[in-house]
């Protein structure tokens, strides 16, 4: 069992930066690859970004490529997504996942997710 706690959201102008982080229980984060998803309101949930479980590979969004970075650190069983340059259509709440095969991850099928960080832009 894995258990994701997401930190970090909040609010900011458009232009700007938050980093979130996602804190994992267990003694097995070092073996699942990790991701981030978003979901606005009226709208589905939306694959942002993911990192496999040595950090040796990243994937992203095309909406988001060049402006976010995922990254991870074992030793502190926790996962980061740095945004910058944020743009009011990054307004959404955002869920950290965790699946052991990368693919399945960034498909929209993890094995446990978080609860969720509020993150609002404005203009």
Known sequence: QVQLVESGGGLAQAGGSLK??????????RS???GWFRQAPGKE???????NSSGGRT????????????????AKNTVY?????LKP???????????LGLIQLENGS????????QVTVSS
């Open 81 to 85: 997504l740095q945004m910058n340059s």
């Open 59 to 74: 994937d992203y969004a095309d909406s988001v490529k060049g402006r976010f970075t995922i990254s991870r650190d074992n």
């Open 32 to 34: 699942y690859a990790m």
């Open 110 to 117: 993890p094995d446990y997710w978080g609860q969720g960080t």
């Open 20 to 29: 979130l982080s996602c804190a994992a229980s267990g003694r097995t984060f």
């Open 45 to 51: 949930r939306e694959f942002v970004a993911a990192i």
């Open 89 to 99: 259509e990054d307004t959404a709440n955002y869920y950290c996942a965790a699946n």
